[in-house]
């Protein structure tokens, strides 16, 4: 088989999921560096985290702690059904057009929905850990993880969130993405719209809890 290579990239479609795959990268990026970047809102979020935490684990509040990780259990949840319910939808899209052969744009949206999903899961997993460490030894965690309690459910706070932030940002992306069929300068607005959403919402100096 010979590929016409002036052919691809001057196709408008491939280019623009290109500048979208970059895009994504991009946002990607700037959340892993947004805690070594100086005061950045990824990193003043983490230090609500850590206030909250420590608050928790100095006045024994376990009951508004499992309050709080029981209800991002439950949203998690609601988007991970959806989810599975949405990749189905799309398989068998894909199975409906495997004659003509998948397309990138459905390659795109199958990869990005995987990603959300196998986030979500790493949140609620360490989500329903948490409550054990709340009435674990706060010498017994410190032994063995050299950090203090607070620090440690902090920080293992910090990965939930993190993984439930690139859930949602892979579902944003993916609604980017059901604009492609319709108009690709459309879909390239869109996406560089979202990329500076993203970027500052991790990098500015304020906690940007919402995204705009």
């Known amino acids: ?24 990268a991009i946002t990607t990026f700037t959340s892993r560096k947004g805690f070594v ?7 003043v979020r983490a230090e609500y985290r850590r206030s909250w935490a420590e608050s928790v684990v100095r006045n024994g509040d376990r009951e508004s702690a499992l309050s709080v990780f029981r ?22 899209a894909a199975v409906a057009a495997s004659s003509e052969g998948v397309s990138l ?24 850990y948490l409550p054990i460490l709340l009435g674990a030894s706060s010498k ?14 902090s920080k293992l706070l910090d990965n939930t969130y993190d993984d439930f932030s690139d859930a949602m940002r892979a ?4 609604i980017a993405l059901l604009v492609f069929s319709f108009d690709k300068i459309l879909f390239i607005a869109v996406t560089i719209s979202l990329t500076y959403l993203f970027v500052r919402r991790d990098l500015s100096e304020k906690s940007r809890i919402e995204i705009f």
């Not at 744009?105 to 329903?128: D, G, K, V």
Request: contains cysteine; aromatic residues 10%.
């Open 37 to 43: 970047k100086g005061h950045t809102a990824r990193a």
């Open 105 to 128: 744009h459905m390659i795109f949206l199958i990869i990005l929905m995987t990603y959300a999903i196998f986030s979500i899961l790493m949140e609620i997993r360490a989500l329903t």
């Open 171 to 174: 579902l944003f992306f993916m």
């Open 71 to 92: 209800n991002n259990i439950l949203v998690s949840s609601t988007i991970l059904g959806g989810l599975v319910i949405a990749v189905g939808l799309v398989a068998n």
């Open 1 to 24: 088989m010979v590929f016409d290579l002036q052919a691809i990239f001057t196709d408008p479609g491939i280019l623009s999921l290109t500048l979208f795959a970059l895009c994504f």
């Open 140 to 153: 017994l965690i410190e032994k063995n993880e050299d950090i203090t309690k607070e620090e440690y459910i």
